[in-house]
């Protein structure tokens, strides 16, 4: 925790003043839609950006964008992960606006969508795939098709974990290890110990214990966590979840939708885990609603052998617009000509040049911070040393420090992910974008602790 919290406040305020005097125009567009849209706003958690109102954009291209009032920036956020392709990739631009031309929703195949599914199965190691417009709908139904085939309940979910806005996930544990809502959930529809395990991450005993009763269905996972800072799997973490399902009889599940930056196949294919299921969701559409969850041949079997035709339109798995022909053309078009395999090196190599950035002016002012990378992804935390769990992670955490390093950022023309302190690396981002970064944060640093 930052202790001198009168000093951080006389810099949040200074930083505030500087957004006003250089954001007039996003601050009038603000001002007008909140008319019509709470915050002005299209979804409210875009109020939690820090500043006095939000950054209005008015186009991208690559790793960076330009806002309402012609400032441009270096996009390190890149739609959390929902733009790691970078911004209007060409390939992915063309595809989807010729596929716009011709029809863009039939509730019918295109090819592209055959070809869409070959390419994942090549990536990440499983032959049977489905379409959504969601990482959170691909959870959903897989979520579904577990509670159908296993005919159990529950599903198991990490502490501190994200899967989008899945209700099984919104679930934590208190100090005496019951599993209870997570703090902000609104609405639930249900107490949250009736639908879901939680446990630790990288905690074996408690995942045996959570499994031993024979009531879960699947444990639902990133193999990484990513969404309270980035923690780790620590060595053995993922062979023990893969043999405790195969004796509890229970599906693995794996979210791959950020851990995608490790690799082309994300940690599945990298570190050769194997999931009875793997959801994949945001970049692959180049920028458009799309998302895939794959299954093994077996998951697969038992869950068409178990849909009657009649009912297989009503059951709760589905979307009049998922599978699109748009959607498709843009996954066909990302995976083949921008996500190749051949970026990520060289987007693993900017990341790794941001994160020495980080722990340059880390090491330099004594901070008691860390910094962790996964792939082309890299995150700071407030603490000394990385976090083995959620909990960890969810301790060291100061909303006014986080806010006031974000705002610091974006007076400087740097965008990083907001609620956390994430950068991502796109095809499109270059060591002088870094660079930018790595000063503007050693500048942030020094005002917090130089005497």
Known sequence: MYEDRERLRALWHGEVELFRRTHPESGRLAQDASVNMPDGVPMLWM?????????????????????A????????????????????PAASVRAITGQLTRGSTFM???????????????????????????????????????????????????????????????ATLDPDGSVIERRGTIGAPVPPSETTAVVPFNDVPA????????????????PAMTNIGIVLPEDGWHDALRRICDETGTLLII?????????????????????????????????????????????????????ELEDIDVGGVGGTLAGNAVSMAGIRATLAEVLTPEVWPGMIEVATEWTAGVQAAIDEFSVPWQVTQLGCRAEYSFRETAPRDGREAADADDFELQQYLHLHALNRGILITPFHNMALMSPATTSADVARHTEAFRDAVASLYAD
């Open 255 to 307: 979210d791959e939708t950020h851990t995608l930056c490790a690799g082309p196949g994300g940690m599945t294919a990298r570190d050769g885990l194997s999931p009875d299921a793997v959801v994949v969701g945001k970049t692959i559409g180049g920028g458009i609603p799309a998302a895939a969850y794959g299954m093994t041949q077996t998951f697969a079997d038992r869950v068409r052998s178990s849909l």
């Open 108 to 170: 019918l195949p295109t090819a592209d969508a055959a070809t869409a599914a070959a390419l994942l199965s090549e990536r990440f190691g499983l032959p049977s795939w489905q379409f959504t417009l969601s990482a959170t709908d691909a959870n959903r139904a897989l979520i579904r098709f577990a509670r159908q085939v296993t005919g159990r309940r529950k599903i198991l979910v990490v502490d501190y974990c994200y899967h989008g806005t899945v209700d099984e996930a919104y």
């Open 207 to 222: 995942l045996e214990a959570a499994l031993s009763g024979g009531d879960v269905a699947a444990v639902l996972i990133e």
């Open 47 to 67: 109020a939690k950006w820090p500043g006095p109102w939000p950054v209005y954009v008015r186009s991208a291209s690559g790793g960076h964008f330009e806002c």
């Open 69 to 88: 009032d012609g400032i441009d920036y270096v996009d390190l956020c890149l739609g959390d992960t929902g733009a790691m392709c970078g911004h209007a």
